[in-house]
């Protein structure tokens, strides 16, 4: 089980923090990310990092203002700055435990609003 945290509301050219743990695991898994979903677009991918070698992947519409972090074997974080309103969405966090080629389990979803 995955659980998001740090959604709210958050002017333009701010700062949040988005946390997810994961439960029901004490090993690390092969890589964890996260995802979005803007009001009447398609769920869009974000950021993502493997444990081991610590490669991270993003987006190209975050890359410079968004950093994810692994802080334990079950918890992740996504730093964002300089937030814009296009950034406004649902935060999904996803963990690819296996190296099976596709996310196992995900999140419910932490809302993120950018108010300009």
């Known amino acids: 089980q995955l659980v998001e945290s740090g959604g709210g509301l958050v002017q333009a050219g701010g700062s949040s923090r988005l946390s997810c743990v994961a439960s029901?695991?004490?090993?690390?898994?092969?890589?964890m990310g996260w995802f979005r979903q803007a009001p009447g677009k398609k769920r869009e991918f974000v950021a993502s990092?493997?444990?081991?070698?610590?490669?991270q992947y993003y987006a190209d519409s975050v890359k410079g203002r968004f950093a994810i972090s692994r802080d334990s074997a079950q918890k992740i974080s996504l730093q964002k700055n300089n937030l814009k309103p296009e950034d406004t969405a649902t935060y999904y966090c996803?963990?690819?435990?296996?190296?099976?080629?596709?996310?196992?389990?995900w999140g419910q979803g932490t809302q993120v609003t950018v108010t300009s």
């Open positions: 996803a963990e690819n435990v296996y190296n099976n080629g596709e996310y196992d389990d």
């Open positions: 029901g695991r004490t090993f690390a898994p092969y890589a």
């Open positions: 990092i493997r444990w081991h070698g610590g490669d």
